[in-house]
């Protein structure tokens, strides 16, 4: 079913936020532990904090729906659907390497980067 596939698609990359909030979260940290943050100026951070959180969950998922891309991988042996490009023209290596493009550009990229 297409509707389940793509859901589970935009709650697998809506994971990616908990990377982005663990960086917020030691970044917090290291405000408070070596820099001295008092509390007053960490209540100004923390609309910061929310938007890099929400944002790049938001914007990765947002772009990845509004291509269509999420389906499922009949190439691949795990059972998710995630970033896929059917091959409809039947060049499917193209196919693959726009699919691996799109998953790192992303998913992956964004990952590393918290990393």
Known sequence: ????CTTQGVLL????????????L??????????????QALRKAEPFYLTAIIGVGLICTS????????GYNPYSRNIWCFIFIPC????EGDCIQYTVILRWALYFAPLWVCI
Do not use: Q
């Open 1 to 4: 079913n297409n509707t389940l």
């Open 63 to 70: 772009i990845s729906l509004g291509l269509g891309i999420y």
């Open 26 to 39: 030691s970044a917090h940290y290291l405000l408070v532990v070596r820099f001295k943050f008092t509390e």
């Open 13 to 24: 990359h809506w994971g990616l936020t908990t990377a982005v909030a663990n960086v917020v």
């Open 88 to 91: 409809e023209n039947g060049d």
